[in-house]
């Protein structure tokens, strides 16, 4: 199976800084690299598919870059509703793995 | 607009089997695939398999077969997840999921399970 890996498990910022998250394949994922958000209440939702594609609805303060192994999720100016957990996922091969995640917190 | 609507918790016995559901709204739903993916407390996602409502072709994790039976009813555009002989190791928040392509643009709000005597 390809390991995800997400060296950061949480991470603390003021409103209005620039984060960036990190996400990093076991072997080439070929671009397929996906960014999800997980709210306090367990909602999740898609923001970026293969890897700079921003989703539907998502805004536009989110993106994402990479290639090869390694990839990151960034927000241009840090909201409050941007607390949340966020996971990668590779949809290169089977079995889709995702990453342990990053816990974003308001300094 | 797209939904998945899960069903609601569900406290079991330890070797019991439980069933849960997903119901799609919103879209033609045996035009997609369903995912799920399984959350343990405090932990990340894990994703269990998939099944296709259009064919009812399924495709697990290795680490799932034998525990986990996908199927779906296209009459009522739902999907559901059978998981059986229950242990502590069961007990998580489970997801369905849409597929698009190489991602999952849709997740339901999760069924919580817990596996206790």
């Known amino acids: 199976d390809i390991q995800m890996t997400q060296t950061t498990s949480s991470l603390s910022a003021s409103l209005g800084d620039r984060v960036t998250i990190s996400c990093r394949a076991s072997?080439?994922?070929?671009?397929?690299l996906n960014w999800y958000q997980q709210k306090p209440d367990g909602t999740v939702k898609l923001l970026i598919y293969?890897?700079?594609r921003l989703h539907s609805g998502v805004p536009s303060r989110f993106s994402g870059s990479g290639s090869g192994t390694d990839y990151s999720l960034t927000i241009s100016s840090l909201d409050q509703e941007d607390i949340a957990t966020y996971f990668c996922?590779?949809?290169?091969?089977?079995?889709?793995?995702f990453g342990g995640g990053t816990k974003l917190e308001i300094k | 607009e797209v939904q998945l609507q899960q069903s609601g918790p569900e406290l079991v016995k330890p070797g019991a089997s439980v069933k849960m559901s997903c119901k799609a709204s919103?879209?033609?739903?045996?035009?997609?695939?369903m995912h799920w993916v399984k959350q343990k407390p405090g932990q990340g996602l894990e994703w269990i398999g998939y099944?296709?409502?259009?064919?009812?072709?399924?495709n697990y994790n290795e680490k799932f077969k034998g525990k986990v039976t996908l199927t779906s009813d296209k009459s009522s555009s739902t999907a559901y997840m059978e998981l059986s002989s229950l242990t502590s190791e069961d007990s998580a928040v489970y997801y369905c999921?849409?597929?698009?392509?190489?991602?999952?643009?849709?997740w339901g709000q999760g069924t919580t399970l817990t596996v206790s005597s």
């Open positions: 999921a849409r597929e698009r392509g190489i991602t999952l643009d849709y």
């Open positions: 919103g879209y033609t739903f045996i035009s997609y695939v």
């Open positions: 099944i296709n409502p259009y064919n009812d072709g399924t």
């Open positions: 072997q080439d994922i070929s671009n397929y």
């Open positions: 293969c890897t700079s």
């Open positions: 996922q590779q949809g290169n091969t089977l079995p889709w793995t």
